[in-house]
T-cell receptor, first 111, second 114 residues
Framework: GEDVEQSLFLSVREGDSSVINCTYT??????LYWYKQEPGAGLQLLTY???NMDMKQDQRLTVLLNKKDKHLSLRIADTQTGDSAIYFC???????????WGLGTSLAVNP | DAGITQSPRHKVTETGTPVTLRCHQT?????MYWYRQDPGHGLRLIHY???????DKGEVSDGYSVSRSKTEDFLLTLESATSSQTSVYFC?????????????FGPGTRLTVL
């Protein structure tokens, strides 16, 4: 079946850039997402990219999509301690309004 | 924040007892989802609904049932709770008009089955 994989942990220093990577198997996915989960809270959509784009930038966030390699990345510039959270990669699964989720990458930002 | 609440927020129960979790939305969104989140497993879909009385199974539906008799409420029932159902349960909603299918999440319910 379809799968989404991402590394489980990332540790960076405050002020550095963070890059979180994700690979997926479903080549028919039209939307790809990054969600953020802060401790004790539900998930919130951080950003998304449509499959006909290869890059999307939103303030400190840059999403890169390589459709050929089925690789999605999220870059956070000037990472702050408030960015410490779990980041989930997700892709849509065809037309049935379901999403396929990665396991989440726990980002730790060290002062 | 999307108007989505979950109740209870915390529950401790014993093996074999029935448990019902409630998800309530004030956004009139068509789609509603129940997920469970466990360490090492990420987010797994239990059941989802695409309208009143229209529901379908997700990847981990065994031991769970759902009902949606009104647009605003989506109930998740554990008929006979087991320790393996100890988890954090999240409800999510999504609007039909939202072409990119953003899902809005509730705050979660932490369920412990002893």
């Amino acid at each position: 079946g379809e799968d989404v994989e991402q590394s489980l942990f990332l540790s960076v220093r405050e002020g550095d850039s963070s890059v979180i990577n994700c690979t997926y198997t479903d080549s028919s996915s039209t939307y790809l997402y990054w969600y953020k989960q802060e401790p004790g809270a539900g998930l919130q959509l951080l950003t998304y990219i449509f499959s006909n784009m290869d890059m999307k930038q939103d303030q400190r966030l840059t999403v890169l999509l390589n459709k050929k390699d089925k690789h999605l990345s999220l870059r956070i510039a000037d990472t702050q301690t408030g960015d410490s959270a779990i980041y989930f990669c997700a892709v849509n699964a065809g037309n049935n309004r379901k999403l396929i989720w990665g396991l989440g990458t726990s980002l730790a930002v060290n002062p | 924040d999307a108007g989505i609440t979950q109740s209870p927020r915390h529950k401790v129960t014993e093996t074999g007892t029935p448990v019902t979790l409630r998800c309530h939305q004030t956004e009139n969104h068509r789609y509603m989802y129940w997920y469970r989140q466990d360490p090492g497993h990420g987010l797994r879909l239990i059941h989802y609904s695409y309208g009143v009385k229209d529901t379908d199974k997700g990847e981990v539906s065994d031991g769970y049932s759902v009902s949606r008799s009104k647009t605003e409420d989506f109930l998740l029932t554990l008929e006979s709770a087991t320790s393996s159902q100890t988890s954090v349960y999240f409800c999510a909603i999504s609007a039909e008009e939202n072409s990119y299918n953003e899902q809005f999440f509730g705050p979660g319910t932490r369920l412990t089955v002893l």
